[in-house]
T-cell receptor
Framework: SQQGEEDPQALSIQEGENATMNCSYK?????LQWYRQNSGRGLVHLIL?????REKHSGRLRVTLDTSKKSSSLLITASRAADTASYFC???????????FGTGTRLTIIP | NAGVTQTPKFQVLKTGQSMTLQCAQD?????MYWYRQDPGMGLRLIYY???????DKGEVPNGYNVSRLNKREFSLRLESAAPSQTSVYFC????????????????FGEGSRLTVL
């Protein structure tokens, strides 16, 4: 079963707007990661947030983590056409060597 | 900088045929993984190898075997392919050591698209 579930499944916004995606997970974690996948390509790591962190920034990306609610959000500010991709959260489900991925949010930026 | 290289990129098999997907990484990573990606299912872990010489089952190991040939290479074998194994397969690697308590960033290959007729 999937550890993480992203919401919404699909999101379309105008270029320049902010995009927010959410991830919920089931078990305790050591860290949560976000990945991007362009159509037909492999996944690319975006950002990692540890369980003792509440917020992290990387360029136009802002990630929050609420361990009490077992949820995370990814905010992309000032979106660009190149941000069109699928976005996945992944968790380590308690510190083992495996990462479990959610089902992803498909983001479309309309020029 | 090749990163993670998968071969072949595309393959069509008939039911019952066998094949091996190859994966190699040049980042001196300890851990390597095989995932499959199906529409609406996200990525599901098939097998992983936390270090050279060890392999462990993931979420969906049935119908697959793996070999960690050396630190660089991790292959996935389908002994008798079935239509349910039609999928996109991704190999990934991570620098996290065996005794690390935090799973690190994964580096992915570009995928192998397999169709079983």
């Amino acid at each position: 079963s999937q550890q993480g579930e992203e919401d919404p499944q699909a999101l379309s916004i105008q270029e320049g707007e902010n995009a927010t995606m959410n991830c919920s997970y089931k078990t305790s974690i050591n860290n949560l990661q976000w990945y991007r996948q362009n159509s037909g390509r492999g996944l690319v790591h975006l950002i990692l947030i540890r369980s003792n962190e509440r917020e992290k920034h990387s360029g136009r990306l802002r990630v929050t983590l609420d361990t009490s609610k077992k949820s995370s959000s990814l905010l992309i500010t000032a979106s660009r056409a190149a941000d069109t991709a699928s976005y996945f959260c992944a968790t380590d489900a308690g510190g083992n060597e495996k990462l479990t991925f959610g089902t992803g949010t498909r983001l479309t930026i309309i020029p | 900088n090749a990163g993670v290289t998968q071969t072949p990129k595309f393959q069509v098999l008939k039911t019952g045929q066998s094949m091996t997907l190859q994966c190699a990484q040049d980042m001196n990573h300890n851990s390597m993984y095989w995932y499959r990606q199906d529409p609406g299912m996200g990525l599901r872990l098939i097998y992983y190898s936390a270090s050279e010489g060890t392999t462990d089952k993931g979420e969906v190991p049935n119908g697959y075997n793996v070999s960690r040939l050396n630190k660089r290479e991790f292959s996935l074998r389908l002994e008798s392919a079935a239509p349910s194994q039609t999928s996109v397969y991704f190999c990934a690697s991570s620098g996290t050591g065996v005794f690390s308590t935090n799973t690190g960033e994964l580096f992915f290959g570009e995928g192998s698209r397999l169709t079983v007729l």
